[in-house]
């Protein structure tokens, strides 16, 4: 079951740490919102907790725990406007360039690793 709509992008520096950046316009599933207000709200996890294990803004988190408590969490998403065929295909292909972007860095970095002499006293 399809929870999220990943709208992050991944890069690495050069020390190999993970930066996060935020694509505009993360589309979140019903489901996804009940589960993560649980994980608070029933499991005892901290929002930032929360936010990291699933890659969303901590503020969203904490945005979605208040609509809870309020009774307005059903709310919370439906009120964006109803997209056209074309704008659907744009954020289709935003999202598949960014994931093609992710598996490229990717073998960037395997194609450098293996690409390295094997130092001496190893075996090859």
Same mark, same amino acid.
Do not use: C
């Given at each position: @079951?399809?929870?999220?709509? +990943? /709208? &992050?992008?991944?890069?690495?520096?050069?020390?190999?740490? !993970?930066? @996060?950046?935020?694509?505009?316009? %993360?589309?979140?599933?019903?489901?996804? !919102?009940?589960? %993560? &207000? /649980?994980?608070?709200?029933?499991?005892?996890?901290? #929002?930032?907790?929360?936010?990291?294990?699933?890659?969303?803004?901590?503020? +969203?988190? +904490?945005?979605? &725990?208040?609509? #809870?408590?309020?009774?307005?969490?059903? *709310?919370?998403? $439906?009120?964006?406007?109803? @997209?056209?065929?074309?704008?659907?295909? &744009?954020? !289709?292909? /935003?999202?598949?360039?960014?994931?093609? /972007? @992710?598996? !490229?860095?990717?073998?960037?970095?395997? %194609?450098?690793?293996? %690409? *390295?002499?094997?130092?001496?006293?190893?075996? $090859?």
């Amino acid at each position: @079951m399809l929870l999220v709509d +990943t /709208k &992050v992008d991944v890069h690495y520096n050069n020390g190999g740490v !993970r930066i @996060m950046e935020r694509i505009p316009n %993360a589309v979140y599933t019903k489901e996804l !919102r009940e589960e %993560a &207000v /649980k994980m608070i709200t029933e499991d005892g996890l901290k #929002a930032p907790e929360v936010a990291r294990r699933l890659s969303i803004p901590k503020s +969203t988190i +904490t945005y979605w &725990v208040r609509a #809870a408590r309020e009774g307005t969490l059903a *709310k919370v998403g $439906s009120q964006g406007k109803p @997209m056209s065929e074309e704008q659907r295909e &744009v954020a !289709r292909l /935003k999202r598949e360039v960014a994931e093609l /972007k @992710m598996e !490229r860095d990717f073998l960037k970095k395997a %194609a450098a690793y293996f %690409a *390295k002499e094997p130092t001496s006293g190893t075996r $090859s």
